[in-house]
């Protein structure tokens, strides 16, 4: 068995101009990991379009499916309904939730194993900083293979990885080789590795955002290098910084263990603007469903304190909604959006819903195993997910 060092690990290393410093960082994520762990339980699922997920005619939505059931376009996040027009062979199976959560478990052992600094994003999904390790002559590369042996024998799920200097190339990369591969992006490969990746691999880049960086002329990363910091941020505010940065692979953000997750939501931007209460009205329904399965993926059921409703109107202004509770409940998700709506009177671009979580610094943390540094987003026009299970 595997043992981590008991003394202190040195001080953090200072990043280059770059953001490619020594820093050794693997993301792993599990292929496609509800639908995985119900094809390892039942082999005879094996080859035939899965997917896991709500019932049509309950206005569910597909939280994952495996590659026979992408083949025909289907994604998670898109409704189930729709799903099953697509394939109509398609087998929609409910989550079991206990036994992810069983098999996330194991996973994040192993992870820990090689390191005790574990950013988990997900149940199958995490990024690792190994920068320290001594584990396999300190080589990143081998962990992650060792990694992806362990997880398939132990869990028997399959796992791709990425290894990089930072915590974005790392990202790409564990999505390069998908499904079950391993990429690796060294130092002084970043620069060329990131300027020919397309703008729509950046992180918070969706459909809306990448179509107006395509009508600027900006496809690729090495395009968006050509334009000033100063022009960016004018166009795209305190994003256009992150876009001026992540296009010449600089990302100096570290690898958090144990972080406590304060909020949960899901929001989606519209390409076409919803005009009226009931168009809206139908999109918090879908988002609440979407919304309730992230919660209970996080296991914070117990935890919520607040719901809100977040509306970006057509001429961008912003407001949200919220209110005291402890539950997630549709007719008060209604009765927010209809307050909002009322604050404004103008069609609207972005919905979004939520719950606020408990701030007691008593509370075991590890209940909340899904974090990111990042936003919770939804950005489409079709049902693309920026998230989803691999």
């Known amino acids: 068995m595997l043992t981590l060092s008991t003394h202190e690990p040195p001080p953090p290393l200072a990043p280059s101009a770059t953001g490619t410093s020594a820093r050794k960082i693997i993301h792993c994520d599990c292929d496609c990991f509800y639908a995985s762990v119900e094809m390892r339980d039942d082999p005879s699922l094996r080859g035939r379009p899965l997917a896991v997920g709500g019932r049509p005619e309950q206005r569910g939505v597909v939280a994952t499916c495996n590659y026979e059931a992408r083949r025909f376009g289907i994604h998670s996040a898109m409704s189930s309904a729709l799903a099953v027009r697509k394939c109509p062979d398609l087998l929609i199976l409910p989550p079991a ?9 194991l996973i994040m052992a192993i ?24 584990l396999c002559q300190g080589s990143a590369t081998l ?7 362990r997880v398939r024998a132990t869990v028997g799920v399959t ?8 915590k974005f190339v790392a990202k790409i990369a564990s999505d390069w080789k998908k499904p079950d591969g391993l990429f690796v992006v060294r130092p002084h490969e970043v620069d060329a590795f990131v300027a020919a990746l397309p703008v729509r691999k950046i992180f918070g880049v969706g459909k809306v955002t990448a179509a107006k960086l395509e009508k600027l002329g900006i496809a690729t990363c090495d395009d968006l290098r050509g334009w000033p910091l100063v022009e960016l941020h004018r ?10 940065e992540l296009a010449r692979g600089i990302d100096h953000r570290a690898v958090h263990a144990d972080q406590e997750r304060k909020s949960i939501s899901v929001e989606t931007t519209y390409v076409t603007d919803l005009r009226t209460v009931d168009e809206c009205a139908d999109e918090v329904r879908r988002l609440a469903e979407q919304l309730d399965s992230r919660i209970e993926r996080a296991g914070a059921a117990a935890a919520v304190r607040k719901l809100f409703v977040k509306i970006r109107f057509a001429d961008f202004q912003r407001t949200t909604v919220e209110c005291v509770a402890d539950a997630t409940h549709l007719p008060t998700m209604l009765a927010l959006l209809e307050k909002g709506l ?13 719950v606020r979580l408990e701030e007691d610094d008593d ?24 998230g989803g299970t691999g």
């Open 97 to 105: 939730m206990d036994k992810y959560r069983a098999a996330s478990r």
């Open 111 to 134: 992870y820990r194993e090689y390191t005790s600094q574990v950013e988990p994003l997900s149940l199958d999904e995490a990024y690792l900083d190994v920068t320290h390790s001594t």
């Open 143 to 149: 962990m992650a293979a060792q990694i992806r042996e």
């Open 159 to 166: 796992v791709s990885a990425g290894v990089a200097p930072n």
């Open 235 to 244: 166009r795209f505010g305190v994003f256009g910084t992150r876009l001026y």
């Open 342 to 354: 009322a604050r404004r009177d103008r069609p609207v671009r972005l919905l979004g819903v939520g």
């Open 363 to 386: 509370r075991d943390r590890s209940q909340f195993p899904l974090f990111d540094d990042e936003l919770d987003h939804i950005d489409r026009s079709s049902g693309d997910h920026s």
